[in-house]
């Protein structure tokens, strides 16, 4: 009984009564090898198990340019891979205000992706295209990206918005302007 | 160890159950009250005495889909082609379900190029090798919480020319049918990068098993 397990909540896992379990440690009788392979599990997962990530936490370890930001536009994760981008370290920007270190076009995409409604649901997704204006500490850099944003839950359930993107070159930027006809693009939910 | 108890489903139950239960926050009783049954029922699942019945196992799937999503499946689905990151969807044959842009550009073609076709066809060595870790891990039977790796990529066919490394973060999508799906999302490194990456995790990949 390492796991400072009550009788009762062993038995609940593994579908039997307290009283069964008593019997087996008192010696009177050998479980059946079902509950002998479930025992065998969990003494295993005891050891190997982390609990379980949250999409958020997978945000965060994402080597693409990834973050998430909430219906006030603060940052609630960033990758591994947008961190690399900015050139800043997660603490100086992580529950800040994106806008506070985001600017270029992509602050104006942060204001259309809520005014079209991502945060009441209204959209299933969003593109952009447009310059990311990066503004921390290091200094000042300008990139050109092509960027998704979806909208997905938060373990308290409101709409988290994510925004996916990569860094592309003119000539990308200009073909798939032609491609959307527009720089800022949505798909309604129904 | 294969487990091959439950004979009309290859989901490995036991792992999905308290899997989705542990990550939603709920003890037995509130899931059974979640899916109307009773906590006995809950019990017996996790512990392999009994499979879920169909209705519930596809409840039990869509339960997991809403807890994160506002959006269906199709439309996510979808969806995934039109990212400009490195994003791919894979069956339990190892056939590529969807593939996003940022993804096609590496491989050199277009997402439609990619979707249908199996990943063995498309690349070389190691994108086949992290297939079938995942899946002798029992990644489609939803004993994987998720994994993270680093790859070389070397395309073959409608991928032909491209080559490229990539560290990768994998997780389970629990699609109707029901079945589990491989979601492979990342992004192009350096070689450097990707030698790192392997050091840091003692091999090509670390698979994280499901509770």
Same mark, same amino acid.
């Given at each position: 009984?390492?796991?400072?397990?009550?009788?009762?909540?062993?038995?609940?896992?593994?579908?039997?009564?307290?009283?069964?379990?008593?019997?087996?440690?008192?010696?009177?009788?050998?479980?059946?090898?079902?509950?002998?392979?479930?025992?065998? /599990?969990? %003494?295993? @997962?005891?050891?190997?198990?982390?609990? =379980?990530?949250?999409?958020?936490? $997978?945000?965060?370890?994402?080597? #693409?340019? /990834?973050? %998430?930001? @909430?219906?006030?536009?603060?940052?609630? =994760?960033?990758?591994?891979?947008? $961190?690399?981008?900015?050139?800043? #370290?997660? /603490?100086?920007?992580?529950?800040?205000?994106?806008?506070?270190?985001?600017?270029?076009?992509?602050?104006?995409?942060?204001?259309?992706?809520?005014?079209?409604?991502?945060?009441?649901?209204?959209?299933?997704?969003?593109?952009?295209?447009?310059?990311?204006?990066?503004?921390?500490?290091?200094?000042?850099?300008?990139?050109?990206?092509?960027?998704?944003?979806?909208?997905?839950?938060?373990?308290?359930?409101?709409?988290?918005?994510?925004?996916?993107?990569?860094?592309?070159?003119?000539?990308?930027?200009?073909?798939?302007?032609?491609?959307?006809?527009?720089?800022?693009?949505?798909?309604?939910?129904? | 160890?294969?487990?091959?108890?439950?004979?009309?489903?290859?989901?490995?139950?036991?792992?999905?159950?308290?899997?989705?239960?542990?990550?939603?926050?709920?003890?037995?009783?509130?899931?059974?009250?979640?899916?109307?049954?009773?906590?006995?029922?809950?019990?017996?699942?996790?512990?392999?005495?009994?499979?879920?019945?169909?209705?519930?196992?596809?409840?039990?799937?869509?339960?997991?889909?809403?807890?994160?999503?506002?959006?269906?499946?199709?439309?996510?689905?979808?969806?995934?082609?039109?990212?400009?990151?490195?994003?791919?969807?894979?069956?339990?044959?190892?056939?590529?379900?969807?593939?996003?842009?940022?993804?096609?550009?590496?491989?050199?073609?277009?997402?439609?190029?990619?979707?249908?076709?199996?990943?063995?066809?498309?690349?070389?060595?190691?994108?086949?090798?992290?297939?079938?870790?995942?899946?002798?891990?029992?990644?489609?039977?939803?004993?994987?919480?998720?994994?993270?790796?680093?790859?070389?990529?070397?395309?073959?066919?409608?991928?032909?020319?491209?080559?490229?490394?990539?560290?990768?973060?994998?997780?389970?999508?629990?699609?109707?049918?029901?079945?589990?799906?491989?979601?492979?999302?990342?992004?192009?490194?350096?070689?450097?990068?990707?030698?790192?990456?392997?050091?840091?995790?003692?091999?090509?990949?670390?698979?994280?098993?499901?509770?």
């Amino acid at each position: 009984m390492s796991k400072r397990l009550k009788q009762a909540a062993l038995a609940a896992d593994l579908g039997v009564t307290q009283a069964m379990i008593s019997r087996w440690e008192n010696g009177e009788s050998d479980p059946p090898e079902r509950v002998k392979r479930r025992m065998a /599990e969990l %003494v295993q @997962d005891a050891f190997v198990v982390a609990p =379980a990530p949250t999409w958020v936490d $997978l945000v965060t370890l994402n080597p #693409g340019i /990834e973050f %998430v930001t @909430d219906s006030l536009g603060m940052f609630k =994760a960033i990758s591994n891979g947008a $961190l690399d981008l900015f050139g800043v #370290g997660r /603490e100086e920007i992580e529950g800040r205000q994106a806008q506070q270190f985001l600017g270029g076009d992509f602050a104006a995409t942060m204001d259309q992706v809520r005014e079209k409604g991502m945060f009441q649901s209204n959209l299933a997704f969003a593109q952009s295209l447009g310059s990311l204006e990066i503004n921390v500490a290091s200094g000042m850099k300008t990139v050109l990206c092509d960027f998704i944003h979806w909208p997905r839950l938060s373990e308290a359930r409101t709409v988290y918005c994510v925004h996916s993107g990569a860094v592309i070159d003119e000539a990308a930027y200009t073909r798939r302007l032609e491609e959307r006809g527009d720089r800022f693009t949505v798909r309604k939910t129904f | 160890m294969m487990d091959t108890r439950f004979n009309n489903s290859e989901i490995y139950w036991p792992a999905v159950v308290r899997h989705y239960r542990v990550s939603a926050g709920l003890n037995q009783t509130e899931l059974a009250n979640r899916l109307a049954v009773t906590q006995t029922m809950v019990s017996r699942w996790e512990a392999g005495g009994a499979a879920p019945s169909r209705r519930v196992q596809d409840l039990l799937f869509d339960l997991f889909w809403a807890d994160s999503a506002t959006i269906s499946r199709d439309v996510w689905m979808q969806r995934i082609a039109h990212n400009p990151c490195m994003v791919f969807v894979v069956d339990a044959q190892g056939v590529v379900q969807t593939a996003s842009r940022g993804f096609a550009r590496l491989a050199g073609c277009s997402p439609d190029e990619i979707a249908g076709r199996s990943i063995d066809a498309l690349f070389e060595g190691d994108a086949m090798s992290l297939f079938e870790r995942l899946s002798e891990a029992g990644f489609f039977e939803g004993r994987i919480a998720g994994a993270e790796s680093a790859e070389l990529y070397i395309g073959r066919d409608q991928a032909a020319g491209s080559r490229f490394f990539a560290h990768g973060l994998h997780r389970p999508v629990f699609m109707p049918g029901p079945q589990v799906l491989w979601l492979a999302s990342g992004s192009e490194v350096t070689q450097q990068n990707y030698e790192d990456v392997r050091e840091r995790l003692g091999g090509p990949s670390v698979l994280r098993k499901a509770i």
